[in-house]
């Protein structure tokens, strides 16, 4: 594709990346199984990149994600919280059951620390990771390519990494909708375009066009098979 003069390869960060931003259970996952689905789930948090979950323990907590380029720090679960849900031997199968889960959590936070939240520098180190190491494995690999645009992960952006991104050699960023920027106009700053997800490339104008709700429709769908068969 790249060779062939009709599409641009550039950057979407490394790993497209979330990470937990607050220490408030919403969940628990079984090896990759989410047993409290989410939307975006699962997140292999455990090595700090999105993905198929895979933990030693078999059992881990769930908390509440976000993408690593907006402004929130990550939440680093404690070793000992990780061991303590694996003792417990509880698995939210049902609301009741997580409602009891939810009561031990709170009863053990209460004397134990659950974790941490990562530092200024822990978490501009990060940030800058993703940018540069994208960039450097698509100019290695595609031949006198050069990177200098990048479309935000999960449509999420934050002052941090806007700043980064021109420190990092980067001259233009794009986002999804917003209300704040809802198209692109001549004149404006080449930071924070407005971009159309991939799914939804096809309601634009030409042949085989499909309508906004079908794509909805569908998106919905994929996600609620792969949740039966995760």
Wanted: proline share 7%; glycine share 10%.
């Amino acid at each position: 594709m790249h060779e062939s003069g009709c599409v641009d390869v550039q950057s979407h960060s490394m790993h497209h990346p979330a990470i937990f931003v607050s220490d408030e259970l919403t969940g628990v996952c079984e090896s990759s199984k989410p047993a409290v689905p989410s939307w975006n789930f699962p997140v292999q948090e455990f090595s700090g990149v999105s993905g198929p979950a895979v933990n030693p323990l078999g059992i881990w907590p769930v908390f509440p994600i976000a993408s690593r380029f907006g402004d929130r720090k990550r939440f680093i679960p404690d070793p000992g919280l990780i061991r303590w849900f694996e003792e417990t031997g509880l698995l939210p199968g049902s609301r009741r059951n997580f409602r009891r889960l939810s009561a031990r959590y709170r009863t053990w936070t209460a004397a134990h620390s659950p974790g941490r939240f990562e530092t200024d520098r822990e978490q501009e180190a990060a940030i800058r990771d993703e940018l540069i190491r994208s960039r450097e494995v698509i100019e290695r690999r595609l031949s006198g390519k050069r990177v200098r645009h990048f479309a935000y992960p999960w449509f999420e952006w934050g002052r941090l990494s806007e700043k980064m991104l021109g420190e990092t050699g980067y001259r233009s960023s794009a986002i999804g909708l917003s209300a704040q920027r809802p198209c692109n106009q001549a004149g404006m700053s080449p930071c924070l375009f407005t971009r159309v997800s991939g799914d939804f490339i096809r309601t634009l104008p030409g042949r085989g066009r499909r309508a906004y709700g079908e794509i909805i429709v569908r998106k919905a769908a994929r996600r609620l098979v792969w949740g039966r068969t995760a």
